[in-house]
């Protein structure tokens, strides 16, 4: 069994328990980080967490970890992505969707990215699957925002994608962005806080290079884009997309988000 874990700096206690962000009536509480895979690490999200003062709870389920059975310690809770499928049966997968009803009792910030979006699709009732013409999105595309998203906060004109599935949007969440490409359900609301992104917004230049370098067969499924132009386009909308995601977390975790 892995213990729960943190990156840099920051200590995370064994498994169950909650790592502090410091000490005193100002600490800021840690934010649960929720990995898939064991050299798995949180991009920019984490980078901006540790910038923030924020202490990294990491937990991989996969591996044995637990999953707090409250937030009431955490100022919030992300699920990453992965390369399993949110139908997928194993038990783990099964668990964190189920866990996700905890962010959303008790009305906690919640983000899915990717894997961990369409868990959050998956729990309130929505379905994940295949493109029909086995399309898929690997790499920068464009996204634009809905009406509701506008009334939330400015977009990202192109972000990083990987995946070969997508969501449908379930009752009673509200749509963000979309795109025109394969999979149009990019990002979207439920309640007061929880959030889930299609896209990437934490990739670094490091896991760009690492993603591709790595899986050079997933380059080669239909529509996915070329190795050099994931690199290129990094260089360009990488920083645009960071700056949007540092205004975004920071609103997210002091609960300033609403669709007035």
């Given at each position: 069994m892995f213990e729960a874990r943190s990156?840099?700096?920051?200590?995370?206690?064994?498994?169950?328990?909650?790592?502090?962000?410091?000490?005193?009536?100002?600490?800021?509480?840690?934010v649960c980080i929720v990995l898939h895979q064991e050299h798995s690490n949180p991009g920019h999200v984490g980078q901006w967490f540790r910038r923030n003062g924020h202490a990294l709870d990491v937990r991989?389920?996969?591996f044995g970890d637990p999953l707090p059975e409250t937030l009431e310690h955490h100022c919030g809770a992300v699920i990453f992505g992965g390369p399993m499928s949110a139908n997928d049966k194993d038990d783990f997968v099964?668990?964190?969707?189920?866990?996700?009803?905890?962010?959303?009792?008790?009305?906690?910030?919640?983000?899915?990215?990717?894997?961990?979006?369409?868990?959050?699709?998956?729990?309130?009732?929505?379905r994940v699957g295949f493109h029909p013409d086995d399309m898929v999105e690997i790499g920068y595309y464009p996204l634009a925002a809905t009406p509701d998203g506008r009334r939330l906060c400015p977009w990202p004109e192109t972000?990083?994608?990987w995946h070969r599935e997508g969501c449908d949007l379930a009752q009673g969440a509200q749509l963000l962005a979309t795109s025109s490409g394969a999979f149009p359900n990019q990002a979207f609301t439920y309640g007061?806080?929880?959030?889930?992104?299609?896209?990437?917004?934490e990739i670094t230049y490091a896991q760009v290079h690492r993603w591709t370098g790595h899986n050079p067969h997933?380059?080669?499924?239909?529509?996915?884009?070329?190795?050099?132009?994931?690199?290129?386009?990094?260089?360009?909308?990488?920083?645009?997309?960071?700056?949007?995601?540092?205004?975004?977390?920071?609103?997210?975790?002091?609960?300033?988000?609403?669709?007035?």
């Open positions: 990156y840099g700096s920051d200590e995370a206690g064994a498994a169950g328990q909650v790592p502090r962000g410091g000490s005193g009536p100002a600490a800021k509480k840690p991989k389920p996969r099964r668990a964190e969707i189920e866990w996700i009803g905890v962010a959303l009792k008790e009305k906690k910030p919640f983000l899915g990215i990717c894997l961990g979006a369409q868990m959050l699709n998956v729990h309130l009732g929505g972000v990083y994608q007061p806080a929880a959030f889930g992104f299609q896209f990437h917004p997933r380059l080669e499924l239909k529509g996915a884009r070329e190795r050099h132009e994931h690199i290129e386009g990094h260089v360009v909308h990488g920083p645009k997309v960071h700056a949007w995601l540092d205004c975004f977390l920071n609103r997210w975790v002091g609960a300033k988000l609403a669709i007035e």
